[in-house]
């Protein structure tokens, strides 16, 4: 017998999502569709970029300064 949508019998298990660091490349795997609640975003030239925890802690002031990644 199918299921009334069609699809498979666990299409409610969530997949994880990757987030990429744009500074350094460490990685996360979330269940959710936002980052990491440590992690910070950015948006650049009209691109959002993610940045770990690491990173927003050591470029902090130039975030909130709202500088470019390529100037810190």
Same mark, same amino acid.
């Given at each position: 017998? @199918?299921?009334?949508?069609?699809?498979?019998?666990?299409?409610?298990?969530?997949?994880? $999502?990757?987030? *990429?660091?744009?500074?350094?490349? @460490?990685?996360?795997? *979330?269940?959710?569709?936002?980052?990491?609640? @440590? /992690?910070?975003?950015?948006?650049?030239?009209?691109? $959002?970029?993610?940045?770990?925890?690491?990173?927003? $802690?050591?470029?902090?002031?130039?975030?909130?300064? $709202?500088?470019?990644?390529? /100037? /810190?």
């Amino acid at each position: 017998m @199918t299921s009334p949508s069609g699809g498979s019998e666990d299409s409610s298990a969530a997949q994880p $999502r990757r987030f *990429v660091c744009a500074r350094c490349g @460490t990685s996360a795997d *979330v269940l959710t569709d936002d980052p990491p609640l @440590t /992690w910070t975003y950015s948006v650049e030239d009209g691109a $959002r970029r993610h940045y770990c925890e690491t990173c927003s $802690r050591e470029n902090l002031r130039s975030i909130e300064g $709202r500088l470019d990644s390529d /100037w /810190w």
